[in-house]
């Protein structure tokens, strides 16, 4: 015989409204979080699969490499060019640090005037390039590739940015408030009720209805605390806000972020030669050589472009994560190092705000943290599918058995 205890005390006024909150919430907003949910599960392993797909080509196979000389970027720019007969100009390369590694140039072009992804980026190409001799080894669609068509559900469900972000923020600001009210239900009255809210004890259970719920709440428990990282970490695109809170908070009430505009290209433009691209190149892999490798703009005239006051340069030091980066700063005319921010010259406000991507998609520690992030997001998607059964199972009861 099992003793009831949960009927002696009536729930409190707090889990009364939590209650009601949760399963209004969750009716409301349950299928936008399953999208959110599974797109970023999807999304992980990004590199991982590409890594794979494009291992061919990543690496370009030149053979006695130590013996040839890299072509100047603009000869390399010039022959990309005319392989890919693009009407848009190439937007950026990135370039290894490793030598036996392929460049990628790429074209992306932003067009603010259209209302959904698709019109919104007329362009977003990678080229995979030989150094060495300039050849194209192969081109990728990434505007309609798979991993991009993914992201960009999880991120706008494919609306406009300006806007598509709110659509996709305001659920999850929605289910940060079921997860607190989901814990505030979840959270046992007496030692009885604790036993059952940690494990599964299914040994003499054949109700699916008791199992539904148990997925639900002990699921849903384990996953809140990672649930509301990737929710906050996600806000933190939508809301410039929390973007604002994070860094002042972390930084210990510094509420001036880092500027770099002040520094501005000096030399006269009659400096800049054919050659100055290749002068940043070479400043920047003599002072990484152990880094990943770096992204350098190519500098033509873009949909979005603003006038740039100087010439920056993105360093990423780990083949897996964003979060370890520098930025240089160079004059665009003559080469010359104008400024250098590395990960030592920042406060900690400015490392969590640089590290808040692969917190988000658990590239933080590598695999470990890929590894829950997948697990967490699959688990945040069930829920309102677990939620809704238990809905559903409750709403027949209430209905009388007609005779």
């Known amino acids: 015989m099992k003793k009831k205890h949960h009927h002696k005390n009536k729930p409190g006024f707090f889990k009364k409204w939590s209650a009601k909150l949760h399963l209004w919430f969750g009716l409301g907003i ?3 979080i399953f999208i959110i949910s599974i797109t970023g599960a999807l999304y992980v392993f990004k590199d991982e699969v590409e890594n794979f797909t494009r291992k061919d080509v990543i690496y370009h196979n030149e053979q006695n490499i130590d013996q040839k000389q890299i072509l100047p970027i603009r000869v390399l720019e010039k022959s990309v060019t005319e392989q890919v ?5 190439i937007h950026w390369v990135n370039i290894p640090i490793d030598k036996k590694m392929s460049y990628v140039f790429y074209w992306y072009e932003h067009n603010t005037t259209g209302w959904n992804y698709f019109d919104e980026f007329p362009i977003y190409k990678a080229a995979y390039v030989n150094p060495y001799n300039g050849k194209v080894l192969r081109i990728y669609d990434e505007k309609n590739g798979f991993f991009n068509i993914v992201k960009m559900i999880h991120w706008s ?3 406009k940015q300006d806007w598509g972000t709110y659509v996709v923020g305001i659920p999850v600001i929605i ?3 079921m997860l607190i009210s989901g814990i505030i239900l979840w959270w046992p009255k007496n030692k009885a009720a604790r036993k059952q809210r940690f494990s599964f004890k299914w040994k003499n259970v054949k109700n699916w209805k008791r199992k539904n719920y148990d997925l639900h709440n002990v699921l849903g428990f384990y996953a809140s605390i990672f649930a509301l990282i990737f929710s906050i970490t996600g806000l933190f695109y939508a809301f410039f806000v929390v973007q604002a809170m994070i860094y002042v908070i972390f930084s210990g009430g510094n509420t001036t972020f880092p500027d770099f505009s002040h520094i501005k290209t000096k030399a006269p433009i009659e400096l800049r030669t054919e050659t100055t691209l290749d002068k940043i190149i070479n400043t920047v892999k003599e002072k990484y050589p152990d880094s990943f490798g770096f992204a350098i703009d190519l500098g033509h005239e873009h949909m979005d472009d603003h006038e740039h006051p100087n010439f920056e340069v993105y360093v990423k030091h780990l083949s897996y994560s964003y979060h370890k980066s520098s930025s240089l700063i ?3 005319n003559s080469g010359e190092l104008l400024h250098t921010h590395d990960p030592k ?3 900690f406000g400015e ?3 640089g ?3 692969d917190i988000h998609v658990g590239s933080i520690l590598g695999l470990p943290t890929k590894i829950i992030a997948f697990v967490v997001s699959l688990i945040c998607a069930s829920l309102p599918v677990s939620g809704f059964l238990i809905w559903w199972g409750r709403r027949k009861k209430k209905t009388p058995k007609k005779a």
């Open 30 to 32: 349950g299928f936008l």
């Open 85 to 89: 007969k693009e009407k848009y100009p």
């Open 157 to 159: 469900f494919l609306l």
């Open 175 to 177: 289910f940060v408030i």
């Open 330 to 332: 160079f004059d665009e």
């Open 345 to 347: 010259d920042k406060n």
């Open 351 to 353: 490392k969590v705000v």
């Open 355 to 357: 590290a808040n991507y």
